[in-house]
T-cell receptor, first 111, second 114 residues
């Protein structure tokens, strides 16, 4: 079955780059997503990458996908205090309607 | 343009009781998925509704049931509540199977079972 794993915590200084990593198990994944959750709120879609892509850039966000190693990463350039939140990696496997989420990485940005 | 609306925002119930949570999807969306998010965990898939039918179900007992109405809104029902059902319940909507647009999430219903 599908399984998505992330490290639990990341701390960076304001202005530095943040890199959040994720591994998944289902090789039939079609879409991979990054979501952000702020305290007391639902999840907000940040970006996605389709499985036939290696990289996607969207303003300060860069997503890298290594299909061979089933590894996904999210790089946030010039990290700001407003980026402090929990970040979830998620996948939608081929043939399934559901999206499977990881355990989340809490990003702490130190001023 | 209204996003996903969930009600109520908070709820306290006693063990053994039943609860109904409600969700109105984002305008233009026809598919509703429900997730359970325990404290400190990622969202766990409960089920997904499309065209008023349950299309896929996660690993949740039959105490969890749902419904989708002709206007695409949805309800999640949980019977015989257990303490372990305490969680944030998230409703997510999409146009069909999530693709490039992913899901749009509501802010959730915080259920506390005492």
């Amino acid at each position: 079955g599908e399984d998505v794993e992330q490290s639990l915590f990341l701390s960076v200084r304001e202005g530095d780059s943040s890199v959040i990593n994720c591994t998944y198990t289902d090789s039939s994944s079609t879409y991979l997503y990054w979501y952000k959750q702020e305290p007391g709120a639902g999840l907000q879609l940040l970006t996605y990458i389709f499985s036939n892509m290696d990289m996607k850039q969207d303003q300060r966000l860069t997503v890298l996908l290594n299909k061979k190693d089933k590894h996904l990463s999210l790089r946030i350039a010039d990290t700001q205090t407003g980026d402090s939140a929990i970040y979830f990696c998620a996948e939608r496997a081929g043939g399934y309607q559901k999206v499977t989420f990881g355990t989340g990485t809490k990003l702490q940005v130190i001023p | 343009d209204a996003g996903v609306t969930q009600s109520p925002t908070h709820l306290i119930k006693t063990r053994g009781q039943q609860v109904t949570l409600r969700c109105s999807p984002k305008s233009g969306h026809d598919t509703v998925s429900w997730y359970q998010q325990a404290l400190g965990q990622g969202p766990q898939f409960i089920f997904q509704y499309y065209e008023e039918e349950e299309r896929q179900r996660g690993n949740f007992p039959d105490r969890f049931s749902g419904h989708q109405f002709p206007n695409y809104s949805s309800e999640l029902n949980v019977n015989a509540l257990l303490l372990g059902d305490s969680a944030l319940y998230l409703c997510a909507s999409s146009l069909g199977i999530p693709g490039t647009g992913g899901y749009t999430f509501g802010s959730g219903t915080r259920l506390t079972v005492v």
